[in-house]
């Protein structure tokens, strides 16, 4: 039987607006630079999405061969309340509000991420940088684009000259802005600013008296722009070009097109190959904030702790729900979303249950396959592996390859109900559907069966069940059922005896 044909791994590069085949520079070697969080506040829900989606993205190289640097900076200095270049750093600020340190504040908070990551299941990265550590490069770099003749000076400031730079290069290459109306349309600034034009924005500035974050530099006590960090750093650990770098769409513009110019300024190439964006998440179609009353942390979530959510929900469940949707399309989070997503996890897990069931039945050494396969059943499973395949390399479509899962996990729950014989389907068909459900289960979606609170009683409401149902005792039987739905749990009644399932309902 022929195998379904797979395509290669393709991107939507945000910087050329198509769909392209994944080339590596340096191949089987790929760097991957995310943007990480400015460690002021606690992470939320929406940069979960992004950073959850990047670890699949990593997974998934992985899974395919490749040997991942995976960067992904802390931002502990430079970002302005705003996102502007003039006023309060958003650490400083908050350092101020709660009389500590800058650096405790960002610790704190730094911990704060770094726990909520592993408790959804996102793997470290390679590299964890700091702005703050790499103070030496940002000052390299700034030399490099001042004697380039891109940056100035100005009152102990230091300014990206935008208008320089787009007569050579493309400002607004990646999110397609007119950056030469923009400049038509504002006057130079005639002392009013230190900047010469509107559009050009900061790579060092001179620390006011109240600014509590400072460093020496050759043109001021002050601090680095906020742009400049990840140009140094990507740079230093992944080289002037590498492969892929990726953040939250709201980076886009400014941040990631002053990226390209900075790097482009200083080094005279364009630092990355492939630009991929994760799209924003709302709350019952409307953005995520504060100001609104409908942003969800991640632990009112987990804890249950949420007015705009009936229940709480599993870090677990939380990760199933963001493989529901393509990345680059916006993501609505709502409580009738997260019950949906809760079914769907279960019914994962429990089908994934089964298949460590029936691979127990395959090892056994009574067992045998078949002589006489069914055809039409290994090609089922060669197709769904093919498509779990296909649809991940067609730029990491996760949902669509979740449902070619389910196709498999159906197969698996009709061998184990006896609905379908595993003899007839081969042991190559069934290894290959138990390697690729492991793989994107496990591996690449991360997602794991979580340790049920009633797993120390479990064996026993099994055992006085079938002592009940054996002795007929039936309101007996009955209250045992109850009491396992009130557990999270199904009993089913199976030909080879009693089993338990995770509630679907």
């Given at each position: 039987?022929?195998?379904?044909?797979i395509?290669?791994?393709?991107?939507?590069?945000?910087?050329?607006?198509?769909?392209?085949?994944?080339?590596?520079?340096?191949?089987?070697?790929?760097?991957?630079?995310?943007?990480?969080?400015?460690?002021?506040?606690?992470?939320?829900?929406?940069?979960?999405?992004?950073?959850?989606?990047?670890?699949?993205?990593?997974?998934?190289?992985?899974?395919?061969?490749?040997?991942?640097?995976?960067?992904?900076?802390?931002?502990?200095?430079?970002?302005?309340?705003?996102?502007?270049?003039?006023?309060?750093?958003?650490?400083?600020?908050?350092?101020?509000?709660?009389?500590?340190?800058?650096?405790?504040?960002?610790?704190?908070?730094?911990?704060?991420?770094?726990?909520?990551?592993?408790?959804?299941?996102?793997?470290?990265?390679?590299?964890?940088?700091?702005?703050?550590?790499?103070?030496?490069?940002?000052?390299?770099?700034?030399?490099?684009?001042?004697?380039?003749?891109?940056a100035?000076?100005?009152?102990?400031?230091?300014?990206?000259?935008?208008k320089?730079?787009?007569?050579?290069h493309?400002?607004?290459?990646?999110?397609?802005?007119?950056?030469e109306?923009?400049?038509?349309?504002?006057?130079?600034?005639?002392?009013?600013?230190?900047?010469?034009?509107?559009?050009?924005?900061?790579?060092?500035?001179?620390?006011?008296?109240?600014?509590?974050?400072?460093?020496?530099?050759?043109?001021?006590?002050?601090?680095?722009?906020?742009?400049?960090?990840?140009?140094?750093?990507?740079?230093?650990?992944?080289?002037?070009?590498?492969?892929?770098?990726?953040?939250?769409?709201?980076?886009?513009?400014?941040?990631?097109?002053?990226?390209?110019?900075?790097?482009?300024?200083?080094?005279?190439?364009?630092?990355?190959?492939?630009?991929?964006?994760?799209?924003?998440?709302?709350?019952?179609?409307?953005?995520?904030?504060?100001?609104?009353?409908?942003?969800?942390?991640?632990?009112?979530?987990?804890?249950?702790?949420?007015?705009?959510?009936?229940?709480?929900y599993?870090?677990?469940?939380?990760?199933?729900?963001?493989?529901?949707?393509?990345?680059?399309?916006?993501?609505?989070?709502?409580?009738?979303?997260?019950?949906?997503?809760?079914?769907?996890?279960?019914?994962?897990?429990?089908?994934?249950?089964?298949?460590?069931?029936?691979?127990?039945?395959?090892?056994?050494?009574?067992?045998?396959?078949?002589?006489?396969?069914?055809?039409?059943?290994?090609?089922?499973?060669?197709?769904?592996?093919?498509?779990?395949?296909?649809?991940m390399?067609?730029?990491?479509?996760?949902?669509?390859?979740?449902?070619?899962?389910f196709?498999?996990?159906?197969?698996?729950?009709?061998?184990?109900a006896?609905?379908?014989?595993?003899t007839?389907?081969?042991?190559?068909?069934?290894?290959?559907?138990?390697t690729?459900?492991?793989?994107?289960v496990?591996?690449?979606?991360?997602?794991?069966?979580?340790?049920?609170?009633?797993?120390?009683?479990?064996?026993?409401?099994?055992?006085?069940?079938?002592?009940?149902?054996?002795?007929?005792?039936?309101?007996?039987?009955?209250?045992?059922?109850?009491?396992?739905?009130e557990?999270?749990?199904?009993?089913?009644?199976?030909?080879?005896?009693?089993?338990?399932?995770?509630?679907?309902?």
């Amino acid at each position: 039987m022929k195998t379904p044909h797979i395509p290669p791994l393709h991107i939507f590069n945000t910087l050329t607006r198509q769909k392209e085949k994944f080339e590596p520079l340096h191949a089987p070697h790929v760097g991957l630079y995310v943007c990480g969080p400015t460690v002021y506040n606690d992470v939320h829900l929406g940069n979960c999405r992004t950073f959850t989606f990047f670890d699949i993205v990593v997974r998934y190289l992985r899974a395919l061969g490749y040997q991942v640097r995976y960067v992904r900076n802390i931002t502990d200095v430079g970002h302005l309340v705003g996102d502007a270049d003039e006023g309060e750093d958003k650490i400083g600020k908050e350092a101020k509000l709660k009389n500590l340190e800058p650096m405790e504040v960002a610790q704190k908070y730094t911990n704060g991420f770094r726990e909520v990551m592993r408790i959804l299941g996102n793997l470290p990265p390679s590299i964890e940088p700091t702005a703050t550590g790499h103070l030496i490069e940002q000052i390299e770099m700034v030399d490099k684009i001042i004697a380039n003749g891109f940056a100035y000076e100005s009152q102990g400031s230091v300014y990206f000259d935008v208008k320089k730079y787009n007569q050579s290069h493309q400002y607004g290459i990646l999110s397609g802005r007119n950056v030469e109306e923009q400049l038509a349309g504002s006057r130079q600034l005639e002392g009013q600013s230190e900047k010469e034009n509107s559009a050009d924005f900061a790579l060092w500035k001179k620390a006011n008296p109240e600014h509590l974050m400072r460093w020496k530099s050759p043109w001021s006590e002050g601090f680095p722009g906020w742009h400049l960090e990840c140009s140094a750093m990507s740079t230093k650990y992944l080289g002037k070009t590498f492969d892929i770098h990726g953040g939250g769409l709201d980076l886009q513009f400014p941040h990631h097109e002053c990226e390209i110019a900075q790097s482009v300024a200083a080094d005279g190439e364009s630092p990355v190959r492939y630009w991929m964006h994760a799209n924003m998440l709302t709350m019952n179609g409307t953005k995520m904030s504060k100001s609104l009353g409908n942003v969800i942390m991640p632990y009112e979530m987990f804890e249950g702790k949420s007015p705009l959510l009936s229940r709480a929900y599993s870090p677990m469940v939380f990760r199933y729900f963001l493989l529901q949707t393509h990345y680059r399309s916006t993501m609505d989070i709502s409580d009738t979303a997260l019950q949906a997503a809760q079914k769907g996890y279960y019914k994962l897990m429990n089908g994934m249950k089964n298949l460590q069931a029936l691979t127990a039945q395959v090892e056994n050494p009574d067992f045998a396959f078949a002589a006489d396969l069914s055809e039409k059943e290994i090609q089922d499973i060669e197709k769904s592996v093919a498509a779990a395949y296909r649809n991940m390399n067609d730029d990491f479509n996760t949902a669509a390859a979740m449902a070619s899962l389910f196709n498999l996990i159906k197969k698996v729950n009709m061998l184990h109900a006896g609905q379908l014989s595993l003899t007839v389907i081969g042991k190559e068909a069934f290894e290959k559907m138990h390697t690729t459900l492991t793989i994107f289960v496990e591996n690449i979606f991360g997602l794991r069966a979580e340790s049920p609170n009633f797993a120390p009683a479990l064996s026993v409401l099994l055992e006085t069940y079938q002592q009940a149902k054996a002795a007929q005792d039936y309101p007996k039987v009955d209250a045992l059922r109850l009491k396992a739905k009130e557990m999270g749990i199904t009993i089913k009644d199976m030909k080879t005896g009693v089993d338990w399932a995770y509630d679907e309902n």
